[in-house]
């Protein structure tokens, strides 16, 4: 598992680690770190280290310290390095004196060539966008040169992944000791490209932020044994479709189909359509572990989502399921319950913009569980799985921009359910799911339809359980 730290975490784990090490030592395990992946990318792109242009913009706090250590390791090496401070006269004195001793030097203006750029302008304290000095360095940087940020691109808040303002986008980023929640929740994990965890050796309690890799999801995932039948392994019920939206219902329980689950139940307008696709499907009312109901509902059944929260039963609501929710309710429910909203979707459930939510992705998130007293699955450019009471937010780190496409959310509600009917946890259930949903895409490639996605989850299933 991926774990991710707040900067107050991440400091406090340093100066544990600083009051037992020599002076500087802890930056100078950075500086190496950041140097073995300067160079490994330098010898990729060009065959070798000797020669190479390097620039370093540099802030006046540590990252900038560690930009001019790992300069100077490079400089050493043979590499022309060129140091560009955002403020002469508070640069780091020893990083400064480390580069000019190795054969680099400082200069006023960005260089107009270069190999490689190397963002040390703003640490992980850093917020609020980059101010008009470390900005106007920023826009000078030569087109198509590859630029490595230290720790985080400059201007990313590491918190939340917000970006205020102007901000680094990176090639591949170099964090130390720790993933911060930035680096993994969008927008400013789309700016930090490829990323190379540096470990410096700090000692971290439970992380505030996590992301599911194959093993962890092999874990979760339920699997048939010789005794299981269609009941035991659980039966999912899906409310979905209308007359106006008969597709949402068909893909919903493709998505069913393939999550696990022994048997899908459909209720609901759409019958026909669906048998016509899916014939294994159980029509009408029935016993069943798990409830999706939401996509394609349409307007005035609002009193079906009523009846579903009433029981008790595990529920995921999608979609037109979402209108009206009533937190007191959801708040009462001891079974499990999950919500896949949209921006849009929490938005109105939170009663703010959607600029908002989509600007603070992890605030929101935390909001809404806590709000509502379930585990919420934000949809996005980074799905976001958080659950009340404060356990880490997961981050679903698979996925492609092509499931940006109509009906791929009723398949990833489906497949969802169809994980809580088979007994997993309201987050365990988004998370997975969210997880083999982007993995179905990425195997399908693009452009996709939602129900190619639908009919690669198979597939996607294998491949997390046997790498």
């Not at 706090?61 to 955002?86: C, E, I, K």
């Not at 201007?155 to 990176?170: H, I, K, L, N, R």
Request: with cysteine; glycine share 14%; proline share 6%.
């Amino acid at each position: 598992m991926r774990t991710a730290y707040s900067v107050e975490t991440v400091r406090a784990a340093e100066r544990e680690l600083m009051a037992r090490l020599p002076e500087g030592a802890l930056m100078q395990r950075a500086a190496a770190g950041l140097a073995a992946v300067c160079a490994g990318l330098l010898r990729r792109r060009r065959g070798r280290v000797y020669g190479a242009r390097v620039v370093l913009l540099v802030g006046p706090g540590d990252n900038g310290g560690d930009a001019l250590y790992a300069g100077a390791r490079l400089a050493r090496r043979g590499a022309a390095v060129t140091a560009v401070p955002m403020d002469l006269e508070r640069m780091h004195a020893g990083g400064l004196a480390a580069l000019r001793a190795a054969g680099g030097r400082a200069a006023g203006t960005l260089p107009q060539r270069a190999d490689l750029v190397v963002d040390g302008l703003l640490g992980i304290g850093g917020r609020g966008g980059l101010r008009p000095a470390a900005a106007a360095l920023v826009e000078r940087i030569p087109p198509g040169v590859p630029v490595v940020a230290v720790d985080l691109p400059s201007g990313v808040d590491a918190d939340t992944g917000e970006v205020a303002g102007p901000a680094v986008t990176a090639e591949v980023t170099v964090t130390f000791g720790a993933y911060k929640p930035g680096l993994l929740i969008d927008p400013g994990a789309s700016r930090a490209g490829a990323l190379h965890l540096v470990d410096i050796g700090l000692e971290l309690p439970e992380p505030e932020v996590e992301a599911l890799q194959h093993a962890d999801v092999a874990g979760l995932l339920p699997e048939p044994t010789a005794s299981s039948d269609k009941y035991r392994r659980g039966v999912v019920g899906i409310v979905a479709g209308s007359a106006q939206y008969p597709g949402a219902a068909v893909l919903a329980v493709a998505g069913a189909l393939r999550g696990g689950a022994g048997a899908v139940r459909y209720v609901g307008p759409a019958a026909d359509s669906v048998l016509a696709r899916h014939p294994e499907t159980l029509i009408g009312p029935g016993r069943v572990q798990a409830w999706v109901i939401g996509p394609g509902l349409g307007e005035g059944r609002a009193g079906e989502v009523a009846d579903l929260l009433a029981q008790d039963t595990a529920v995921l609501v999608d979609a037109d399921g979402l209108r009206g929710l009533d937190p007191a309710v959801l708040r009462a429910r001891t079974a499990p319950t999950l919500l896949t909203p949209h921006a849009g979707e929490a938005a109105a459930l939170l009663g703010v913009s959607r600029e908002s939510v989509e600007a603070g992705r992890l605030a929101a998130v935390r909001r809404l569980a806590e709000r509502y007293g379930a585990a919420v699955l934000l949809k996005g450019s980074t799905t976001l799985v958080a659950s009340a009471g404060g356990r880490p937010v997961r981050v679903n780190p698979t996925g492609t921009p092509w499931l940006a496409t109509a009906g791929s959310g009723d398949v990833l509600s489906g497949l969802a359910g169809s994980l809580l009917a088979g007994g997993l946890s309201g987050a365990d259930a988004g998370a997975v799911g969210a997880y083999l949903h982007g993995l179905a895409a990425r195997r399908t490639g693009g452009p996709l339809l939602a129900q190619q996605v639908a009919e690669a989850l198979p597939a996607a299933w294998r491949d997390a359980t046997h790498p």
